[in-house]
């Protein structure tokens, strides 16, 4: 029996993508990426069930705050990676953060979706630019927030490692 999830998430649409709710179908396609090295910067791999409860935690960030990792579709119905605004206990601030699956990287999918949750999150929650924490090794990330208008703010170290913190420009700035 498959549950249609009741909470009130935006389906955002670019010329290429469709952003969606997360779904359990998703589940496969994120259990592929944790056993990818292109997880190495969100984490690094996990057990199975650390990924099913981010599944879970991505629908109830949407249930609390009314935002989220969108999970990201081609129009073609390929489901591609997850972008969106997150804010998790113990952070400063929401943050634009975005990741991709094995051969859709390289595409401008990622700046595509990220531009269209970024223009979500503005117009139904803050007009206050996100962060996006990206670490210090992940030079693609930092091309995409460069290439998104961020600058980096400042360096920081935790017990994960060294990141950087990049600011989004203002919603005025990007008309």
Known sequence: MTYAMPLPIPVLQTERLIL???RESDFAAMLAFNDSPRNAFVGGTLERRWIWRGLLANIGH???????FYSVDTKAGDFIGRVGVIFHDGWDEPELAWHLYDAYEGKGYAFEAAQAARADYHARFDARPPISYI????????ALALRLGATREKTETDPDGDYHVYRHPAPEALE
């Open 135 to 142: 670490d210090v090794a992940n030079t693609r990330s930092e």
């Open 62 to 68: 949407w249930a609390l705050r009314g935002y989220g």
């Open 20 to 22: 969606r709710k997360p």
